[in-house]
């Protein structure tokens, strides 16, 4: 499957934006999908998960309250909304595929997107 993300952008602290992730190919469904973000000379993290059919979905400490994941089957496409943005949100979001488990991390995503930036200033 090829993921194709888009939706980033500049905000100010305070502000919000919507990531979206178009996959193509057959069978969507059938994966675990998650957004994952990389700060410079930070590790990638997983900042939210969420399963098949879309009912269950997990979130980073860090973006509880503030990130929504979800996903439309019909559609093919994962969003992240994100809310009260603050600067330390500020890096490149991936989107993910996996096969395996209700969660995704980074050792079971098989599937990447190619990245987003996003830019809090404060």
């Known amino acids: 499957v090829q993921l194709q993300a888009s939706g980033g952008g500049s905000v100010q602290a305070g502000g919000s934006l919507r990531l979206s992730c178009a996959a193509s190919g057959r069978a969507f469904s059938a994966y675990v999908m998650g957004w994952f973000r990389q700060a410079p000379g930070k590790e990638r993290e997983c900042v939210a998960s969420i399963n098949r059919s879309g009912s269950s979905a997990s979130y980073a400490d860090s973006v509880k309250g503030r990130f929504t994941i979800s996903r439309d089957n019909a559609k093919n496409t994962v969003y992240l909304q994100m809310s009260s943005l603050k600067p330390e949100d500020t890096a490149v979001y991936y989107c993910?595929?996996?096969?395996?488990?209700?969660?995704?991390?980074?050792?079971?995503?098989?599937?990447w997107g190619q990245g987003t930036q996003v830019t809090v200033s404060s």
């Open positions: 993910a595929a996996g096969l395996s488990g209700a969660t995704i991390s980074t050792t079971t995503a098989v599937y």
